[in-house]
């Protein structure tokens, strides 16, 4: 049965970004330069694909982040979110939750569950490009905090200490990072995880 949880984690809305003069055509995924995309798009009113229409895509190029940077990033986003739509919340026992039970928020989800997620509308024949996210200014100069305050020193030492359930995750993404420069199909990407990294994958997909 499905959750609430479930169809926010996992929403039935996937956008791809056309932008033809970079030959390319990309996924957006939050904290990956979503938000700096989106106005790319829509101050050159760039084609999106939603949905089915990415089905017609003969590749989709995905950018990776460094994990640990992202969670950070991520659980920074979604805990401003909180405070600013929820002012009344204890923001100690926020962290704590996020902390204790991971990846509640699409913010910080690991990369690998958005692909997950991409792959029922992608074309079985369909090529995933893997970028590094640090070669995103080859195709937007635009930079868009979306009004989010950078995270403190302290914030990122309290959120990475006595963490080391979140290594897994971690290392679920960094193999995609470490796939920078090739390209798969959503099948080609899960039997490389089944070849290279069989207990990585039999852990995560029964709690995916």
């Not at 169809?7 to 990956?32: D, G, R, S, T």
């Not at 600013?84 to 026992?93: A, G, K, M, S, V």
């Not at 997950?116 to 930079?143: C, E, G, H, M, W």
């Amino acid at each position: 049965m499905l959750t609430a949880l479930d169809q926010e984690l996992f929403p039935k809305h996937c956008e791809v970004v056309a932008m033809p003069l970079h030959n390319q055509w990309i996924y957006l995924i939050q904290k990956n330069g979503s938000s700096s995309l989106r106005l790319q798009q829509e101050r050159n009113n760039l084609a999106v694909f939603y949905n089915e229409q990415i089905f017609s895509l003969n590749f989709v190029d995905v950018y990776i982040r460094n994990p640990k940077a992202r969670y950070v990033s991520g659980i920074n986003t979604y805990l401003q979110h909180l405070q600013r739509d929820q002012p009344e919340l204890d923001i100690e026992t926020a962290i704590w939750f996020v902390k204790r039970y991971k990846f509640l928020n699409t913010h910080y989800l690991p990369q690998f569950h958005w692909i997950a997620n991409l792959s029922q509308y992608l074309n079985p024949k369909a090529k995933i490009r893997f970028r590094d996210l640090k070669d995103l200014d080859k195709v937007t100069d635009f930079r868009d905090r979306a009004q989010i305050d950078p995270p403190s020193q302290d914030f990122v030492k309290k959120l990475l200490a006595n963490d080391p359930s979140a290594e897994l995750w971690w290392y679920l993404d960094q193999i995609l990072l470490n796939l920078d420069g090739q390209q798969l199909t959503w099948h080609e990407l899960i039997d490389h995880y089944k070849i290279n990294y069989p207990d990585i994958l039999a852990h995560v997909l029964p709690k995916t």
